[in-house]
């Protein structure tokens, strides 16, 4: 039987940002999962990049120049979605809206003094984390990208 891992690693995720115009290097947090088949579970939000979220499997494979583990393919998606959320009001207090996501069970965390990661775990229905987010953005209190959808809330808000 596999003994559960507790091992953590650092994958440089390298991909180029439509938003920022630009090519984006991102250091994500990941499970070692299979050290000799070069398997990571990743285990936190990514602020930039996109098609990856928490709790995907990837294969990442050490730099040769640099001696770090750089993301090459995602092996397997854990059914998590990243949303990424920018305030537009600069009167409302972004612990406030995060929170509002909170009770939703979605985990963010705060990139900056306007801008956040949430992440939605497979189990949470994203339909009625969507109404939240499309109600803040008529509201012209945020505005949001969906960088990475899983199929599962893809489903979800497929009739909305």
Not at 105 to 130: A, G, I, M, T, W
Request: net charge negative; charged share 30%.
């Amino acid at each position: 039987m596999k003994e559960e891992t507790t091992e953590h690693a650092q994958i440089i995720v390298r991909s180029y940002s439509d938003v920022f115009e630009q090519d984006i290097e991102e250091t994500l947090w990941a499970f070692v999962l299979d050290k000799e088949n070069r398997l990571y579970q990743i285990d936190s939000i990514p602020f930039y990049t996109s098609l990856i979220a928490s709790n995907d499997i990837v294969f990442a494979d050490i730099d040769p120049e640099t001696k770090q583990l750089v993301y090459q393919k995602t092996v397997s998606y854990g059914g998590h979605s990243t949303i990424q959320v920018v305030l537009s009001d600069e009167t409302i207090a972004m612990d406030d809206i995060r929170d509002t996501f909170s009770k939703m069970r979605c985990v963010s965390e705060q990139v900056n003094d306007d801008f956040f990661v949430l992440d939605v775990p497979e189990d949470v229905d994203y339909s009625l984390v969507k109404t939240e987010l499309d109600k803040l953005e008529a509201e012209e209190k945020i505005e949001y990208a969906e960088p990475s959808l899983s199929d599962v809330h893809r489903k979800q808000t497929s009739g909305l």
